[in-house]
């Protein structure tokens, strides 16, 4: 199947075989140096799945330790509106706490690494198979 669209491609209602297609652009990424951005997008899918507040807190505190914090270790490129909305969300946690940090890193993907991806030989095969 071929995709253009970047929200296409990376739904989680889609059938695709999604899991090989999100790990061909997390493995184009990673040969950019820059899987940080999936790996955040996928952490935030991930905590507006979570219900048990214990869990939902430990997921925050990660995300934005790893993610959002300066000098984390995958700090993602945001800007500081975006941050400090970020952070005033995580006093009072509920699954759309990172859904402005998520929004712009998803625009940062679909608009820079996706197109770069549809050009890929990682791209390719997955046409292939």
């Known amino acids: ?22 790990a061909a652009f997390r493995s184009f990424l ?12 996928t952490a935030c899918e991930d905590f507006k799945k979570t219900k048990n ?4 807190a430990a997921k925050a505190k ?3 330790e790893d993610f959002i914090q300066p000098e984390g270790p995958r700090e993602v490129n945001i800007d500081h ?8 969300n995580l006093v009072d946690l509920t699954p759309a706490t990172f859904d402005l940090a998520q929004k712009r ?6 608009k820079d690494s996706f197109g770069r991806f549809l050009r890929s030989e990682q791209y390719q095969e997955l046409l292939v198979n």
Not at 1 to 22: A, E, N, V
Not at 105 to 110: D, N, P, T, Y
């Open 105 to 110: 890193i998803f625009a940062l993907m679909e």
């Open 62 to 64: 990660k995300i934005y």
């Open 1 to 22: 199947m071929k995709y253009t669209s970047f929200s296409l491609f990376i739904h989680p209602s889609l059938s695709l075989s999604l899991s090989d297609g999100l």
């Open 30 to 41: 990673q040969s950019e140096f820059s899987d940080e951005n999936v790996e955040f997008w």
């Open 53 to 56: 507040p214990v869990k939902m």
């Open 81 to 88: 509106f975006t941050k400090d909305v970020t952070l005033r």
